[in-house]
DNA sequence: AACAAGATTAACT
DNA sequence: GTTAATCTTGTTA
């Protein structure tokens, strides 16, 4: 169907909101292509990092190195860091620049490319769409996502980017709540900065929307 | 130079 | 419910 036309703009993500951004992330395309073929996921589930002044930020308090040294770039690049030392989590850095906003995928609607995820998730058999997309380890393992993904620019086609679909999930069907993980950050763990939406739900409005 | 911890997952008991 | 797998990073426990 359409190229260029269904992708933000990059001032999409540079902005200061970044909690309502993690909202808007909700519905939007994920897109990975290599050799072995496209894959698409309909993001269902987020987190918003809020730099600096959030404890559970890799930036906290201002902490800049070679990891974090992508997220003070202007919004719209991919961040992504290995995690337990296995698996590849993916972040969509937000922002003017210079302020270390972060937003985590922790899950995925699986629509396109499913031959490819089995491959990548080392399965026999077919996926489960409703749930292999489900945790940000996983979701970049089916998509084929790993450290050499980091700083790729979401906001145009390549290796991995990003599109508007048209798809919104209201209110009803958006859960809100605390962040995953993050016990160690005091209050800031607190913080509903986690926003989720039951791939049932989605499955359900992706159709609807003609996605399928 | 060495080490403890981590925005997790799958396979156990 | 518990634990192993696995390795980069930031700190120096």
Known sequence: MKS?????ERDFFITEDVVGLSRRLLGMKLISASEKGRCVGIITETEAYLGETDRASHAYGGRRTARTEVM???GGVAYVYLCYGIHSLLNVVAGPGNKPYAILIRGLYLLQGLDVMAEKLQRKKEIDVLKDGIGPGKLTKAMGIDLSHNGIELFR????WLEETGLTFNGGMVKIGPRVGVEYAGEDALLPYRFLVDNKTAAIEIKKAGLV
């Open 157 to 160: 086609p390549g290796r991995l």
């Open 72 to 74: 003070y770039r202007e």
């Open 4 to 8: 260029a036309d269904n992708i933000p």
